[in-house]
């Protein structure tokens, strides 16, 4: 017998910075970022393949952020030694 289970929607949605931020040579950082759509409950958030590509020597962590809230921290590492500038309109 197979019993049945509640049906989950799955859903996506882009992150951008809310605001320009600079992240200091070989630092760690917490930068705002808003979703582009809302949604619900809990989300696993991590960083598009392309970031690396487009920000050299800058990571951002893997994070399960609660996707209800309007601004949602992003943590990001600068690995460089001179300091970076995220642009909201770039990330």
Known sequence: ???????????CSR??????????S????IVKGVLEKKL?????????PEFPHK???MLSAIAVV???????PIRVVNLSNTPKTLYKVNV
């Open 15 to 24: 992150v951008k910075l809310a605001d320009n931020a600079v992240v200091p």
């Open 55 to 57: 920000h050299s020597e």
């Open 66 to 72: 609660d996707a209800s809230i309007t601004t949602i």
């Open 40 to 48: 619900q409950g809990s989300a696993i958030m991590e960083m598009l």
């Open 26 to 29: 070989n630092s760690e950082a």
């Open 1 to 11: 017998m197979v019993a049945d289970q509640e049906r989950e929607e799955y859903s």
